[in-house]
């Protein structure tokens, strides 16, 4: 593998400096680094989603003819990795890596021609309807069901963990339109319109003191026939296309690079008397920092198969758990760095919004958020035990 850039791929990337110099506001920057979830806040993540879609950058794993950028493997990298360099907020990912590849993938014309600009543009926020109360890891068990009357299906269950519902104008979901011999016969792959009669989100409020996450509620929710995606029965197949975009579709290495470098600058800080110079904490941030290297290289090789056209595979379970794991040991390296200024928890969300002076620095407010919201990497997107199951099923051949 040749990591030598060109000069070509030199001025991209003094492109994409430029570019991000020029979009991303000290507001964006600021929000970015105290915001304790991988999902930033809509008017921060849209407005660059806005940014990006205006300079033609809006969804760099897209195919051209539905207004992808048409980038090379080293392009792809070289933006993820200044991205991560810079700060930039995270966009809404399930439209832009989740939802929208289903779309193109399996949707008809006219999905394509409505959904596709409006997730480029950010006028559409989408939120995943996925999990239900028993039906986590164990999807394929989901009992949401809609039920066929004439050009319409009727809506009647729960989902659960969904995160951003509360902010979101669409949801894609799975339910249950009949029932077969397996479990995951009968589901299908529906695209809703979050303001229907019928739907009601409440808050889940989870141990980092975040509103992320929601339970959502369907009763007699109609919805259009049309707005369901490919065949009807046949949405076990997308929802796993999906997951494999969720899972190992990103770059995720240059991101943890730059979360590791935020908690070794700390380290070395004289605000956390320079933790540094623990044996313990220096071991284990070198360990980290090999892990991530071997994760680029893996997630280097994916991305040249996504750039031919392929889906990410079941490799993607291999990315998913790493990144899930080293994520956790970042954020555990965290919370041992600032010490016992980890006990003074600021309660209030989003941090970049307090109106007040908070206890602590304003760097270390989101370090023990960032270790609680984390405790989730190894079960949200499948629990780090279905990845292994997976891994070792389709990829080892066991």
Same mark, same amino acid.
């Given at each position: 593998?040749?990591?030598?850039?060109?000069?070509?791929?030199?001025?991209?990337?003094?492109?994409?400096?430029?570019?991000?110099?020029?979009?991303?506001?000290?507001?964006?920057?600021?929000?970015?680094?105290?915001?304790?979830?991988?999902?930033?806040?809509?008017d921060?993540?849209?407005?660059?989603?806005?940014?990006?879609?205006?300079?033609?950058?809006?969804?760099?794993?897209?195919?051209?003819?539905?207004?992808?950028p048409?980038w090379?493997?080293?392009q792809?990298?070289?933006?993820?990795?200044?991205?991560?360099?810079?700060?930039?907020?995270?966009?809404?990912?399930?439209?832009?890596?989740?939802?929208?590849p289903?779309?193109i993938?399996?949707?008809?014309?006219?999905?394509?021609?409505?959904?596709?600009?409006?997730?480029l543009?950010?006028?559409?926020?989408?939120?995943?309807?996925? *999990?239900?109360?028993? /039906?986590?890891?164990?999807l394929?068990? #989901? !009992? %949401?069901? &809609?039920?066929?009357?004439?050009? =319409?299906?009727?809506?009647?269950?729960?989902?659960?963990?969904?995160?951003?519902?509360?902010?979101?104008?669409?949801?894609?979901?799975?339910?249950?339109?009949?029932?077969?011999?397996?479990?995951?016969?009968?589901?299908?792959?529906?695209?809703?319109?979050?303001?229907?009669?019928?739907?009601t989100?409440?808050?889940?409020?989870?141990i980092?003191?975040?509103?992320?996450?929601?339970?959502?509620?369907?009763?007699?929710?109609?919805?259009?026939?049309?707005?369901?995606?490919?065949?009807?029965?046949?949405?076990?197949?997308?929802?796993?296309?999906?997951?494999?975009?969720?899972?190992? *579709?990103?770059?995720? /290495?240059?991101?943890?690079?730059?979360? #590791? !470098? %935020?908690? &070794?600058?700390?380290?070395?800080? =004289?605000?956390?008397g320079?933790?540094?110079?623990?044996?313990?904490?220096?071991?284990?941030?070198?360990e980290?920092?090999?892990?991530?290297?071997?994760?680029?290289?893996?997630?280097l090789?994916?991305?040249?198969?996504?750039?031919?056209?392929?889906?990410?595979?079941?490799?993607?379970?291999?990315?998913?758990?790493?990144?899930?794991?080293?994520?956790?040991?970042?954020?555990?390296?965290?919370?041992?760095?600032?010490?016992?200024?980890?006990?003074?928890?600021?309660?209030?969300?989003?941090?970049?919004?307090?109106?007040?002076?908070?206890?602590?620095?304003?760097?270390?407010?989101?370090?023990?958020?960032?270790?609680?919201?984390?405790?989730?990497?190894?079960?949200?997107?499948?629990?780090?035990e279905?990845?292994?199951?997976?891994?070792?099923?389709?990829?080892?051949?066991?």
């Open positions: 593998m040749d990591l030598t850039f060109s000069a070509e791929e030199r001025a991209f990337e003094q492109e994409v400096r430029d570019t991000i110099a020029a979009s991303l506001t000290p507001e964006m920057k600021r929000a970015t680094a105290l915001t304790p979830s991988v999902f930033s806040d809509p921060i993540g849209m407005a660059w989603q806005r940014a990006l879609h205006k300079k033609g950058w809006g969804a760099p794993g897209w195919p051209v003819e539905h207004g992808g048409d090379t493997p080293a792809r990298w070289i933006f993820e990795a200044e991205c991560a360099r810079a700060g930039v907020p995270n966009v809404n990912v399930m439209g832009v890596k989740m939802v929208g289903v779309i993938g399996f949707g008809s014309p006219e999905q394509k021609n409505f959904y596709l600009p409006r997730i543009s950010g006028e559409d926020y989408w939120c995943q309807g996925y *999990s239900e109360p028993g /039906s986590g890891s164990d394929s068990s #989901l !009992k %949401t069901r &809609a039920v066929r009357d004439g050009d =319409d299906y009727i809506i009647n269950g729960t989902k659960i963990w969904t995160t951003h519902a509360h902010h979101a104008n669409r949801m894609f979901a799975l339910v249950r339109t009949s029932d077969g011999e397996r479990q995951q016969d009968g589901i299908s792959f529906m695209l809703i319109d979050m303001k229907t009669p019928g739907i989100t409440r808050p889940i409020l989870t980092g003191g975040d509103h992320e996450v929601n339970q959502v509620f369907f009763d007699d929710v109609r919805v259009r026939v049309a707005n369901r995606v490919g065949e009807e029965g046949k949405g076990w197949t997308y929802g796993k296309y999906l997951l494999e975009f969720e899972r190992g *579709s990103g770059i995720a /290495s240059a991101k943890l690079r730059e979360a #590791l !470098k %935020t908690i &070794a600058d700390l380290a070395e800080a =004289d605000v956390t320079r933790a540094i110079e623990d044996p313990d904490i220096a071991m284990r941030m070198s980290v920092e090999v892990d991530i290297d071997a994760l680029e290289m893996t997630e090789r994916v991305l040249s198969a996504l750039q031919t056209g392929q889906n990410p595979g079941a490799v993607s379970s291999l990315i998913k758990l790493r990144v899930s794991e080293i994520r956790q040991a970042v954020t555990r390296l965290g919370v041992d760095v600032i010490g016992n200024d980890g006990l003074a928890v600021e309660p209030a969300r989003p941090f970049y919004r307090l109106n007040h002076e908070p206890a602590i620095p304003e760097e270390l407010l989101p370090v023990v958020p960032e270790y609680l919201n984390g405790r989730a990497y190894t079960i949200f997107g499948g629990s780090s279905i990845q292994r199951d997976i891994i070792a099923k389709m990829v080892l051949g066991l």
